[in-house]
């Protein structure tokens, strides 16, 4: 499975982005779950979002309210709509995917800097 980040950039506080991840590959049908992380600069990677093949969703409590995470299943993309940005958004935000065999694949990052 190879996936396609996209959509990070400068954003000011309050600001909005929207990120895409679009999944390809022979083994890109038999999901399980696809979900966002953030790892902030000299911080472990967290969880930010994650959306399960039933469509049940989860986040992070510091998200919650302000971002939602979605996806298009017939183009195998997910999305994250970030709304009312705060500087500590800012960071690396990787796709992630977990298959039915429970093989785990990673995005590149695609940063995400938020301004006061």
């Known amino acids: 499975v190879q996936l396609q980040a996209s959509g990070g950039g400068l954003a000011q506080a309050g600001g909005s982005l929207r990120l895409s991840c679009a999944a390809s590959?022979?083994?890109?049908?038999?999901?399980?779950?696809m979900a966002w992380y953030r790892q902030a600069p000299g911080k472990e990677r967290d969880e930010v979002a994650r959306i399960n093949f039933t469509g049940d969703k989860t986040y992070e409590d510091s998200v919650k309210g302000r971002f939602t995470i979605s996806r298009d299943s017939a183009r195998r993309t997910v999305y994250l709509q970030m709304n009312d940005l705060k500087p500590e958004d800012t960071g690396t935000y990787y796709c992630?995917?977990?298959?039915?065999?429970?093989?785990?694949?990673w995005g590149k990052g695609t940063l995400v800097t938020v301004s006061s």
């Open positions: 590959g022979r083994s890109a049908t038999a999901v399980n779950a």
């Open positions: 992630y995917y977990l298959n039915r065999a429970g093989l785990k694949y």
